[in-house]
C-alpha cells in the first residue's frame, strides 16, 4: 500500500471491554432476563476526527458506540463533565454516543421500570460506574491519540433489516404480526441495505478502523438469556480476522425503528429464525462480507485533507399530542382494568403475574420469539397509563428539546437523532441531500422512543403508540427539515 502524507485531518481510537463479571439482568423486553453465559464480548468504541483550525469546535468529534439498548442524555451529560477536565481542548458538545441497540447486555438504568431489580444481581449502579469508566477512558484515548490520517467514505449492499410491522386488509398493523393471514396485505413501510462505511487510515496507509452504519438494530438474540453483541459483535470478530486482530469496529444503527433482522414473510421452516445463535451468525457473516466488499471503495475514497465539519443542534420538536377524547378513553379503560387487579401485586392473579407466566409458558414452546404478548392486559395498562400522563405533559409543555448532530466528512454526510427513528424519515433526507452519500445513527445522545411514520400512527400497534415515543409523524418531517437546512450550510461553499 502507498504511503500517504496526511496534514488536514488527524484521527484517534479507542475500544473499550464493558462485559460483566457479575451475573446480569439483560435489558430490551418487557420481563426479566438473568444472563447464563457470555456468548462474546460487548464493548465501546470511539473514533476521535479533528480538522484543526476550525472555529468553536466545528471541526472536532468523537463519535462512541456502545453494545447497549439505548443510552440516556444524563450519562452523556456525566460523560461530558467528566471529559472537560481530561482533555479540555475538545469540546464536549462535539460528542456523539450512540447504541447498538442490542437487547443482550445490562443497562446503566432502569429503561421502563415495569420490574424490580434482583439485588443479587449487578445493579444498574454497579454497571453504570462500568460504562461510563469504559466511556471516559475510551473517549480520551482517541482524542489524545490522535495522528495524521486519511478518511474514505463508500457505501455498500448487506441484507439484514426487514420491516416488522405487517399491514392488513383493515388497515392495522402489529409489530411482528402473522403473515400466515388471509387479510395480510403486505409489509407496512419499506426497509433499507445500504451499508454505510468509513475508513480511517494512518499515515503510512494501514487501516487502522472502521465505522459501519446499517439500518438494523443489533437484536437478532433479542429474546434470549445470553450476553452478546448480537450480529455486530459477529461482524467485528470476522473482520478482525480478515484485517487484523488490532482494527477497531464502530458500529451505528441507522433508521431502523420499524425493522428488525428477520424476514416476516419467509416461514423459516428450514433454516435459521433469525431469533437465535444460527440468525445471528448469518447476520454478521453477511455485514461482513459487506464491509468488505465496500472497503476497497472506500480505500480509494480516502483523503487526508477531506472538508470535515460539525454542527451540533438542539431543537424543539412538538409533542405527539392526545385529545381530550382519548385522554377520557384511556382515564375510563384503565380504571377498569385496574379495578380488576387483586389487592396483592405479588399475586398470580396481578395482571403482570400472568403476563410473565404467559411469556415463560411460551417460552418452553418449539417456536421462535417473541415470546410475550403486546397485547396483554399489563401491557395496555402501561400504554393507558403513557396516555394519560401524556396529556398532563402538554399541557405544561408542548414541545421536547433534543439533539441532533450533522458531520460533513469530504463531499459525504452524517447525522444523527435519539430516535428509533423509522425507515421513511432517513430515505427522505438521503434522497433531498446535497452530499453524495448521506447516513443516518438513530438512539444516539438519548432514547426519545420510536418516531412512527403517519401510516404507522393510523395502523396503531407497537411502535407507533403514544407510549411508544415523544414525537410523532409533525415531528418527524420537522427533524427531516432542520437535518436538512443543518448538511445544506455544512455545503453552502
Known amino acids: 500500500m502507498k504511503t500517504h502524507s496526511t496534514d488536514g485531518i488527524k484521527a484517534g481510537w479507542s475500544t473499550a471491554d464493558i462485559t460483566p463479571t457479575k451475573t446480569s439482568e439483560l435489558y430490551g423486553q418487557y420481563y426479566q432476563r438473568v444472563a447464563t453465559k457470555v456468548r462474546d464480548p460487548i464493548s465501546v468504541t470511539a473514533l476521535a476526527i479533528e480538522q484543526p483550525g476550525k472555529e468553536g469546535g466545528s471541526g472536532q468529534a468523537i463519535l462512541m458506540s456502545c453494545d447497549q439498548a439505548m443510552v ?159 450480529m455486530f459483535g459477529e461482524m467485528r470478530r470476522r473482520l478482525r480476522q480478515e484485517l487484523g486482530a488490532g482494527i477497531h469496529v464502530l458500529c451505528q444503527v441507522g433508521a431502523g425503528g420499524d425493522i428488525a433482522p428477520r424476514d416476516l414473510t419467509i416461514p423459516h421452516r428450514n433454516g435459521p429464525t433469525y431469533w437465535d445463535e444460527a440468525g445471528l451468525v448469518e447476520l454478521g457473516g453477511r455485514l461482513a462480507a459487506g464491509v468488505l466488499e465496500a472497503l ?39 380504571a377498569a382494568l385496574v379495578a380488576c387487579e387483586p389487592a396483592d401485586e405479588k399475586s ?54 433534543i439533539e441532533v448532530h450533522v458531520l460533513r466528512i469530504g463531499g459525504n454526510a452524517l447525522s444523527t437523532s435519539p430516535f428509533e427513528l423509522y425507515v421513511d424519515y432517513a430515505m427522505r433526507i438521503r434522497a433531498r441531500s446535497p452530499a453524495a452519500l448521506t447516513f443516518h445513527a438513530q438512539l444516539s445522545c438519548d432514547a426519545a422512543g420510536y418516531l412512527p411514520t403517519a401510516r404507522a400512527v393510523g395502523a396503531g400497534g407497537y411502535g407507533a403508540l403514544v407510549a411508544n415515543g415523544l414525537v410523532g409523524p409533525e415531528g418527524g418531517q420537522m427533524l427531516v427539515e432542520r437535518i436538512l437546512e443543518a448538511i445544506g450550510l455544512l455545503f453552502a461553499d
Request: glycine letters at 6%; proline letters at 7%; hydrophobic letters at 40%.
Open 72 to 230: 440516556s442524555a444524563e450519562l452523556v451529560a456525566d460523560l461530558r463533565s467528566a471529559l472537560a477536565g481530561k482533555i479540555p481542548d475538545f469540546d464536549g458538545m462535539r460528542l456523539v454516543v450512540s447504541a447498538t441497540h442490542t437487547h443482550s447486555a445490562p443497562s446503566s438504568y432502569d429503561q421502563l421500570k415495569w420490574w424490580k431489580h434482583d439485588p443479587a444481581y449487578l445493579s444498574f449502579e454497579e454497571f453504570r460506574s462500568i460504562l461510563l469508566e469504559a466511556l471516559v477512558s475510551s473517549a480520551v484515548t482517541a482524542w489524545t491519540g490522535r495522528v495524521p490520517s486519511a478518511i474514505g467514505v463508500a457505501s455498500g449492499l448487506a441484507s439484514v433489516g426487514h420491516c416488522r410491522r405487517p399491514f392488513y386488509q383493515d388497515g392495522s398493523a402489529e409489530m411482528y404480526g402473522s403473515t400466515n393471514r388471509p387479510d395480510f396485505t403486505g409489509m407496512e413501510g419499506p426497509e433499507d441495505d445500504v451499508l454505510g462505511l468509513i475508513g480511517v487510515w494512518n499515515s503510512t496507509g494501514e487501516l487502522t478502523g472502521l465505522l459501519v452504519n446499517v439500518a438494523c438494530p443489533s437484536q437478532v438474540m433479542e429474546a434470549t438469556y445470553v450476553v452478546t453483541a448480537d
Open 296 to 334: 476497497p471503495r472506500a480505500e480509494k475514497a480516502r483523503a487526508n485533507d477531506p472538508v470535515f465539519r460539525h454542527s451540533a443542534l438542539v431543537p424543539r420538536l412538538p409533542l405527539r399530542m392526545v385529545s381530550p377524547h382519548d385522554y377520557a378513553a384511556a382515564v375510563a379503560q384503565l
Open 348 to 401: 398470580p392473579a396481578s395482571a403482570y403475574s400472568r403476563f410473565v407466566a404467559k411469556t415463560r409458558e411460551r417460552e418452553k414452546l418449539p417456536v421462535p420469539g417473541p415470546y410475550d404478548d403486546k397485547n396483554d392486559d399489563f401491557v395496555l395498562m402501561r400504554n393507558l397509563e403513557a396516555v394519560i400522563e401524556r396529556f398532563a405533559r402538554q399541557r405544561k409543555e408542548p414541545s421536547a428539546q
